[in-house]
């Protein structure tokens, strides 16, 4: 370790102005053992820097490379892990935890004696690390020894630290004297024993001259002995006359301090008698209460405004002369009791009187409300306003936040005739609404019915009085399609029966599904601010976002005379109101608004299943108006009472709108093919084309786009698997006319429309109509020109079977000669001939309507004939070379021949 620590020393600290003090080789704990040391160093420079070092032994060669270096101020504690028994682990915490083993135990605790003299020494005692774990010995050691060096004198110690406490600095005149006395002795350096002789014979001349001095000035320290004696006798003198004073001074301290108690207790008792002034006054101010708020609160007339604000200024008043804190003692005295009985009395009238006052304003209006509301509103679909009602009684709004602090039974009672009053008015108004909503469609449905039927006008009013069920409230579409049959079936010629699927499929058209739609919406956009208003209304009238404590404490004549820790209790309790604080509006708000509106949520679902049993078609428009409308709630945080129920009636939407589509991909599921007619594009198929283009029309920009999406996945999987199946069934139409007719269809409409969510569905919709639209053509083409086709083929089996193409022609069976009697039993007529039967079962086999689609088949068929064309001609040069053997048409009579028929077909 010597050598190390000298090599240390040499490469990495000496060029840096550094003092290697101590040294340890260690190895983190969980790691593999690397050359690794720890270095503690002070820079040789003042002011004096210590660091510790983490120094790395390269893998090549004897050179040494600094890892890490700290100062030692940044050590926060040294931790030895086990002071009781011999460990080589310890750590160091610097800015985070390191953990170390040493070599040897001695390095480890060399180490750790050399950081305890070196925090010891360099740093402040508020910033000194903690030494946890370490044995006392090395750091006793370390103590005992600085102060040994302390006090032997200057010099470096033996552990190698400079002592810097005894070391003096000569200064400037010393260093001079120095100088010039070793200037003048030419042999101080040569010759030292010489230089001594001299300088001690130079020291007793100066100490006779000294002893000589001093006998010569016998006579001056005479005198000043004198000089001292005198001193001493006036001083005895001055402490005799002090005495004196001080005997006089102490008659006279009883006189003065007996003044001054009798002064402080006159300050204490005018201090007492102001504070008793002050406190009584401030009891008078805070119990009184005016003449003009008792009479208010006693007589005021609630009607006018003049009144209503007199009675709030005296209710507030009132309320906090209860509320006002005194000492318990106070409660003692019987003009307070009496005062507080008195308030209590006129808190009990005052409330009692509100309440009866607010209980016949809450009827009165509500039945206004009733008699002359649905009157006005009978033929339109809107419902009426509240405004005014709720503009007359917002100025008591204060009155019943005091209410509602004073006395929380009646403002209980009072909000619960307000819900019993409201509910009674809203259930009649709403209900109506809804009705005439319903109506607009009925009255329509029964118009176009009628017209249908025969018979006298007075038949038809009883027929339209029997389909209203004489009762508004009792309107559902299914008893309008029982009634309209009975109707229909009365009339044998030219009947009307009118079901689900028959008002979906046909009677109900797009534009009734919009006035549907914008209904629906109407409905909602009265709803919405009806609910919102009255909400808005409760919770400032009611005071419902605010939450108050009930103690106000109805008095009582037991605690008049109630002197006991209890009743003093009560009384405090008596004092204690909570103070008001905002809190959100949620169980008390939901409670009064389903108290007063417990008919919306059953019309908003009746109105659900209403537009869903019109047309089932409706479900798509309500699931976007009300799915818009709840996610804006929910964006905007909105807890509202209306939100709420929009939410439970999206839920019945969404069943319906799930039922649907479940019933659609059953209808898909069951299709099945009529045994004598072709296959054609498939009804599903247009009936998903048409569902799709309305539902996109109606969910552009909707946030229930994800609800679409998921429909059109499971209704167009259903639509594949009916297309194959069916394809498999069909009597009259090739398989492949059916899969490539109807993919066709299907990819050229999704293409047109561009939804995203069945970008998958459009490209296997294209890559199958492909598929079969090739697989069509190569069964129906098969081999027009099947003996040169049969020729051909053995030609190429013999060229397979390594003969060369020029030598074919010497083969028997396929001489030139046999090539030219195939050649010749297909001239240009007979091809066209077998081209015109082959375009007639190519129109034979596709739908009418689908000439677009004929024409690609047909394009199809020529590029596959030319193609069979093309390989005769190649095999012919190539085999028969200079024979002057050709077919006896060409390709442009080929293609005259295809666009000839094509024409012909079309005129």
């Not at 069920?469 to 009307?496: A, D, E, F, P, R």
């Not at 689900?500 to 956009?525: H, I, P």
């Not at 009300?626 to 709630?633: C, E, H, L, T």
């Amino acid at each position: 370790m010597t050598a190390i620590k000298h090599a240390l020393q040499r490469d990495l600290f000496t060029p840096n102005d550094e003092r290697l003090l101590g040294v340890v080789h260690v190895a983190k704990t969980g790691k593999k053992k690397k050359s690794s040391f720890l270095c503690a160093s002070v820079t040789t420079e003042h002011p004096v820097e210590v660091y510790i070092t983490k120094i790395k032994k390269q893998d090549k060669g004897d050179l040494y490379k600094r890892q890490k270096k700290w100062h030692l101020r940044e050590l926060k504690m040294v931790d030895g892990k086990d002071s009781k028994k011999d460990s080589t682990d310890f750590d160091l915490l610097f800015d985070k935890n390191f953990k170390w083993f040493a070599s040897s135990v001695s390095e480890k605790h060399t180490f750790l004696s050399c950081l305890w003299k070196l925090c010891r020494r360099y740093l402040p005692r508020l910033n000194k690390p903690t030494f946890k774990n370490v044995p006392e010995s090395l750091m006793e050691v370390s103590v005992s020894g600085s102060e040994s060096q302390r006090t032997s004198g200057s010099g470096p110690g033996t552990d190698g630290f400079p002592t810097e406490e005894n070391y003096q600095v000569l200064t400037s005149k010393e260093e001079t004297d120095l100088e010039r006395m070793l200037s003048e002795c030419e042999n101080a350096i040569s010759d030292a024993e010489a230089f001594a002789s001299n300088m001690s014979k130079d020291l007793s001349v100066l100490d006779g001259e000294n002893i000589s001095s001093i006998m010569g000035s016998e006579a001056q320290v005479n005198q000043l002995m004198s000089l001292l004696d005198n001193a001493l006798d006036e001083v005895t003198a001055v402490e005799t006359r002090l005495d004196g004073y001080n005997d006089m001074v102490q008659s006279i301290s009883g006189q003065m301090g007996q003044m001054k108690n009798q002064e402080s207790f006159i300050q204490i008792t005018n201090k007492n008698h102001t504070m008793l002034l002050q406190e009584l006054d401030k009891l008078v101010l805070q119990l009184d209460l005016s003449k003009g708020h008792i009479k208010a609160l006693n007589e005021g007339d609630l009607r006018v405004d003049s009144g209503i604000e007199a009675c709030s200024s005296a209710a507030e008043a009132l309320q906090h002369a209860m509320q006002v804190e005194l000492h318990p003692g106070v409660y003692q005295l019987v003009a307070v009791r009496e005062q507080q009985k008195m308030f209590e009395d006129l808190r009990q009238k005052f409330a009692k009187r509100l309440y009866h006052f607010l209980y016949d304003v809450f009827m009165k209006q509500g039945n206004e409300q009733a008699a002359g509301g649905l009157a006005r509103q009978a033929n339109n679909l809107k419902l009426p306003k509240h405004f005014p009602y709720h503009r007359d009684l917002l100025p008591y709004k204060q009155l019943v936040l005091w209410l509602k602090v004073a006395d929380k039974t009646k403002y209980q009672q009072l909000c619960g005739i307000y819900t019993q009053s409201l509910c009674k008015l809203y259930s009649r108004e709403i209900t109506e609404f809804m009705t005439n909503a319903k109506q607009r469609f009925i009255e329509k449905e029964l118009s176009s019915s009628i017209k249908n039927l025969s018979g006298s006008s007075q038949s038809l009013s009883k027929q339209h009085k029997k389909l209203l069920g004489g009762s508004t409230q009792s309107l559902n579409v299914k008893s309008m399609g029982k009634k309209l049959k009975k109707l229909g079936s009365s009339k044998k010629h030219g009947g009307l029966a009118v079901s689900r699927e028959s008002l979906a499929a046909s009677d109900f058209e797009l534009s009734d599904r919009e006035k549907f739609s914008s209904t629906f919406r109407e409905v909602l956009n009265e709803l919405e601010p009806t609910c919102q208003d009255e909400e808005d209304f409760l919770t400032r009238f009611f005071h419902l976002n605010i939450e108050t404590a009930d103690t106000l404490m109805p008095g009582g004549s037991d605690d008049e005379e109630d002197d006991t820790e209890q009743g003093a209790a009560r009384r405090k309790q008596y004092q204690e109101v909570q103070v008001v604080k905002d809190i959100r509006p949620t169980d008390k708000i939901w409670r009064m608004m389903t108290e007063i509106f417990t008919v919306v949520e059953p019309q908003l679902l009746g109105l659900v299943a209403f537009g869903e049993k019109l047309d089932p078609l409706n479900s798509l428009n309500m699931l976007v108006v009300i799915g818009d409308r709840v996610a804006k709630a929910r964006q905007d945080n909105d807890g509202s009472f209306l939100a709420k129920m929009l939410g439970n009636s999206l839920i019945e939407v969404k069943r319906n709108f799930d039922n649907f589509m479940n019933h659609k991909i059953t209808v898909v599921q069951e299709a099945h093919l009529s045994k004598n007619k072709k296959c054609g594009i498939l009804p599903f198929v247009t009936d998903f084309e048409d569902f799709a283009e309305l539902a996109e029309s109606i969910f552009k920009d909707s946030h229930r786009r994800n609800d679409l999406d998921k429909a059109y996945k499971g209704l167009i999987k259903a639509v594949f698997d009916a297309i194959e199946r069916l394809a498999m069934e069909s009597y009259k139409t090739p398989r492949e006319v059916v899969l490539f007719e109807n993919y066709h269809n299907l990819h050229d409409f999704l293409a047109r429309l561009k939804i995203v969510g069945l970008e998958q569905e459009r490209k296997e919709a294209k890559t199958k109509y492909n598929d079969n639209l090739q697989n069509y053509v190569s069964s129906l083409m098969g081999r027009p020109l099947e003996k040169l086709s049969n020729f051909f083929e053995g030609v190429e089996q013999v060229m397979e079977g390594g003969v060369r193409a020029e030598e074919v022609s010497f083969q028997l069976k396929f001489s030139k000669q046999e090539l030219r009697k195939c050649i010749k039993e297909y001239t240009g007529k007979d091809v066209k001939k077998g081209l015109e039967a082959l375009y007639h079962k190519i129109t034979k086999h596709t739908s009418d309507n689908e000439n677009r689609l004929q024409r690609v088949v047909w394009q199809y068929m020529q590029d596959e004939f030319l193609r069979q064309y093309k390989h005769f001609e190649d095999l012919i040069n190539k085999c028969y070379p200079g024979s002057g053997m050709k077919l006896e048409f060409t390709i442009q009579d080929v293609l005259q021949y295809f666009t000839d028929i094509a024409l012909s077909q079309e005129k």
